[in-house]
Each structure stands twice: as C-alpha cells, then as structure tokens.
C-alpha cells in the first residue's frame, strides 16, 4: 500500500509560479511509478507529468512541457511538481498516482491515488 499526500496549490495569477508536493508513506520499490494528472471541471482526467519514485526519466504531456516540471526528493520521500508561467487553461484539481509496474500517461494504470488540490490561475 501507498499512501499519497498532496499539497500546495492554490490561487495564482496567469504568468505566475506554484510548486505541488505529493508525500507518500508505505512501501514504494524503484519500480514505483508516480504520475501527475489533473482534472478540470465537466473534463477527462488528463495526464501532466510522471517520473518513477527513486528518479531517472520524466514524461510530461506537451500542453505543460517546458513550463512544468517533476522531481523528487527521496530524503522527504516527496514528488514535486513545479508549474511556471501558469495560464488559466491549467486550473483544475492536481492529483498525484501511484503504481509499482512503471510510468504511464493513462490514469487506469495507477493504483493509489491522493486527495487531490485545486490550482486556480486567474487571467
């Protein structure tokens, strides 16, 4: 089991600047995958940013790359997401996932899930 905590959104206005943490407890292996989606309102949950837990690779979905960006830091047991030049577009609920059979942009493939926080970007 893993158990994953969100934290860090808010309210921002476009242009500006937010990082997203997501704390997990319990067993995560090298394989343990960690995925970003989020979810705006009367929208699919879409995919943002995944990277496995120990690092190495990261994905990102081309709406965000180069403006977003997913680290971890294994000492905090902790995945960052850092969002840069935010526009209105991206608010929405931010979730971060988890799994132990590796990275994936479709949400079904994650197992364990936070709570989710909402990331508002005013223009």
């Known amino acids: 089991q893993v158990q994953l905590v969100e934290s860090g959104g808010g309210l921002v206005q476009a242009g500006g600047s937010l990082r997203l943490s997501c704390a997990a407890s319990g067993r995560t292996f090298s394989s343990t995958a960690v995925g970003w989606f989020r979810q705006a309102p009367g929208k699919e949950r879409e995919f943002v940013a995944a990277t496995y837990w120990n690092g190495g690779s990261t994905f990102y979905a081309d709406s965000v790359k180069g403006r977003f960006t997913i680290s971890n830091d294994k000492a905090k047991n902790t995945v960052y997401l850092r969002m840069n030049s935010l526009k209105p577009e991206d608010t929405a609920v931010y979730y971060c996932?988890?799994?132990?059979?590796?990275?994936?942009?479709?949400?079904?493939?994650?197992?364990?899930w936070g709570q989710g926080t909402q990331v508002t970007v005013s223009s």
């Open positions: 996932a988890a799994n132990h059979r590796g990275v994936s942009s479709f949400y079904g493939e994650y197992d364990y």
